[in-house]
């Protein structure tokens, strides 16, 4: 659990940049995959 809090930290980080880059689509993606196990462990 800690592990994916910190993961979804550094992939926020990531999002700060030019909204319409690759790299961000790819963070955002990234984020909502590692949100739904944190979701799921906290349920």
Excluded: N
Aim: aromatic fraction near 2%.
């Amino acid at each position: 659990m800690t592990v994916l809090t910190m993961l979804l930290t550094v992939i926020s980080a990531a999002l700060d940049g030019p909204p319409d880059s690759r790299g961000i689509r790819l963070a955002r993606s990234l984020y909502l995959a590692a949100l739904l196990p944190v979701v799921l462990l906290a349920a």
